[in-house]
């Protein structure tokens, strides 16, 4: 047992994992982000392309951890080559009611209905704006989201929420996710039905466009779907997106179910709602990423997420056909040195 596993099982894990969430994520803020440690810290990979843009290596840290921008460099330090941020919202918000996040430790995996809260977006723009852009660190994502007040039902509001978040923050990011696919804003996942969720694509891309103007190239923009869909909506959205030229798909978020645990039946009932991440994901996003491959060729980029812990996790999913991976519960249950390990073992 490795020492930052001793730390999880008697420390940790005893805690509430908000405020595990918050303990951990103030320590690794503190991690040095230049000079021998940091060099040390950050694995060699083979660099490759991706969406226009060269990432060190494959395995990035997926939208959910750091959602107000707060720690890129450091968890770059840690050996993620991409970091993506947020989910952000066009409003700040809370978010919905503490307890919010729980640990399902039988089956490494975690389940969260945190609800999108964050600083919104005119706030984590300006912390982008003081970090400036930075060559030296990890590739930055930034995943936007639908603030909950703004109702579903509501194209125009919608699409105007959307178009604030994409304005802001457009001109800080290395690429762009819209988020239509977390179980815990309300109505967001009825946006995955392609007749709402091209306008909302078209609609982001031009913003996007505007709010970037003078650019060598166009922002990538990608759009993050459920592992829940069913096998011909995720094809919709395959097509839909070669259709619009996006420059890809992230797949997949969390999921409802909760079929196969290993839990206590009596656990799994007492945590509720919300959405599972972690080792129940791997055999369904394997499978979402594979479909999507053999719709889309080689046209789009694809980020495998979801499940991911180990090498051959991680390999088995790149020749499942992601260009990219993310991952985020792994890391809890792993520690600092992780995303270091799994990323020289992808050599």
């Known amino acids: 047992m490795s020492v930052y596993q001793r730390v999880f099982e008697h420390g ?76 952000v919202t066009g409003q700040a918000q809370p978010g919905n009611p503490q307890p919010r996040l729980f640990r399902l430790v039988a089956d490494r995996a975690v389940v969260n209905r945190m609800g999108f809260n964050n600083d919104g977006a005119e706030a984590v723009a300006a912390r982008l704006a003081a970090r400036g852009r930075r060559p030296a660190g990890p590739v930055l994502g930034v995943n936007i989201g639908k603030t909950k007040v703004v109702p579903e039902d509501d194209e125009a509001a919608v699409l105007d929420d959307y178009a604030l978040s994409t304005r802001l923050l457009a001109p800080h990011a290395d690429y762009l996710v819209v988020n239509v696919s977390s179980p815990n804003t309300p109505g967001l996942r009825s946006l995955q039905a392609v007749e709402r969720l091209g306008p909302l694509l078209g609609h982001v891309r031009r913003v996007a466009d505007d709010a970037t103007p003078g650019t060598r190239d166009r922002l990538p923009l990608l759009v993050k779907i459920a592992p829940d869909l069913a096998d011909a909506d995720v094809l919709a959205v395959a097509d839909l997106a070669l259709e619009l030229r996006l420059d890809g798909i992230v797949a997949t978020n969390t999921t409802i179910g909760r079929g196969g645990l290993r839990s206590h039946p009596s656990q799994v009932a007492e945590v509720g709602a919300g959405g599972l991440s972690g080792r129940p994901l791997t055999a369904r996003a394997t499978d979402v ?43 809890i249950y792993e520690g600092p040195l992780w995303p270091r390990r799994i990323a020289k073992g992808l050599g």
């Open 289 to 331: 990423v594979r479909m999507l491959r053999e719709r889309v060729g080689p046209d789009l980029a694809l980020v495998g997420v979801g499940g991911i812990s180990t090498v051959d996790d991680a390999r088995e999913r790149l020749e499942a056909g992601a260009d990219l991976l993310q991952a985020y519960t792994a890391f």
């Open 12 to 87: 940790f894990r005893r805690l509430d994992a908000e405020r595990a969430h918050e303990l951990g994520f103030r320590a690794i803020r503190a991690v040095p982000t230049r000079g021998p440690v940091a060099t040390r810290l950050r694995p060699r990979g083979t660099p490759l392309r991706a969406m226009g843009l060269t990432f060190p290596h494959p395995l990035g840290l997926a939208a959910g951890f750091d959602k107000n921008a707060a720690g890129i460099d450091a968890l770059g330090a840690l050996g993620f080559g991409h970091v993506e941020v947020g989910t």
